[in-house]
């Protein structure tokens, strides 16, 4: 069995002439946090889109756990253990941070919405929500309404909800944007608390999450693959500090 959960073969998208992705190769090793990062126009959310499924590649190959998902949906992928979080907080505001878990929680065990038949259906989830809610550190906030959440908290029941799906992949588009600095550390500390037994693949912008976070980097610049390997050498790369940083190297 290969040691890499995910792969992608000379990955490529088109859209009308421009190529934003052009001849990726990408390789996601289990067990691993995998960042995928290059500045504004690199191809990093084409790129995401294409291995979530969310876009079908012009030309190339992906795998997960060794099989074929290049024609799936991403309802497919999601179904066979790819779930990703998206760089918007999507969970449903006027619903408890509880009663977002359990929906999730009832969704991965099969079931086709019928939560809207009323608390009796979903009551049975209580405990894994709560213990779930516990992890990501909202266990004071069950029945507090989602929309009253703080951003980063809203963040964090996204996360749990990510994880009621039980991924063997995680996939996170930008887990820290739009957030103050306290929250950002508490997204990071979560993230590395719930790495234990997960392989994570991240978008991410913000390059002390990265340096802090990821055991390998993958940088991309013009919808190409630039450089690839741990922080310390992808940082003391030139063009990597040309292309994504400038030429301060104070800044990497």
Known sequence: MSDYVLEAQGLSKGFRGFMAVQGVDLNVENGSIHALIGPNGAGKTTCFNLLTKFLQPSAGRIAFEGQDITQLSPAGVARRGMVRSFQISAVFGHMTALENVRIALARARGGNFDFWR?????????DRALALLDDVGLSDSAGVPAVALSYGRKRALEIATTLALEPR?????????????????????LIRKIRAGRTILMVEHNLSVVSGLSDRITVLARGRVLAEGDYASVSANEA??????GTDHQDV
């Open 169 to 189: 992949l995680m996939l996170l588009d930008e887990p820290t944007a739009g957030m103050t600095e306290a929250d950002v550390g508490r997204i990071v500390a």
């Open 240 to 245: 990597v500090v040309t292309a994504y940083l």
């Open 118 to 126: 009323g608390e009796r259906v979903l009551i049975r989830f209580n």
